[in-house]
């Protein structure tokens, strides 16, 4: 039997689902129909053998080659984090991804696996999360407003602490650091479409001041918010 075609047709069937697999080099060696759509190729064998940075901004293939190495380090799986969407550089899209070790019969890691889906605030606050998809609409809407996790906790019939409980189950992370990464993404798309100064920006976004926001920036980025407009301004 052939696995490799039979898995990759179950895998195709998964229309909001990317999957891929990578070897420690960083080379894809698997890539279903949506991993596809994400690095714009007409088929998974265009990707074959390719890497991150064949396909996304230096910043952007840097982070995500870093969390592969980590997982390959450790040997410890990264579940259900959020992340920018990889196809368009300042998207204010966000993801929620894993990746885990791939090991050879004898157990030694020989790459990673991983699959990430969008995350649609619209369709969200309809599916099956009660009205914590109401919260995280809220979040997407007025994300540069002085918001506070008791605000989302109301929306969502819920106490704060419920709240915080049942957000960090379903995303891994905290409701604070998930408003961040959409204050990020969209702060991203404004450095790379508007002349606004980086403090403008900062404050059009939701951050306290310029310090903030770069600190949040960088942290979450990897680099300031300068040099992402630098590396991302046109020509």
Known sequence: MDWHRTFGQILDLLPDVAFFMKDRRGRFVMN???ACEYCRAASEEETLGK????YWPADRASSYSEGDRQVMTTGQPILNAVSSAPEEAGSDRLIIYSKVPVR???GRIIGI?????EIDAKRF???SYGRIGEAVRLMHARFAEDLKTRD??????LSPSQFNRRFRALFGTTPREYLL???????????ETTGWTVARVALETGFFDHSHFTRIFRRLMGLTPATYRKMHSPG
């Open 32 to 34: 279903n129909r949506r």
């Open 51 to 54: 890497t991150d940075a064949d």
């Open 104 to 106: 050879d019969l004898k």
């Open 113 to 117: 696996a991983g699959i990430h889906r």
């Open 125 to 127: 606050a309809m599916a």
């Open 152 to 157: 989302f906790a109301k929306v969502a019939g």
């Open 181 to 191: 990464r959409v204050r990020v993404n969209s702060a991203c798309r404004f450095l």
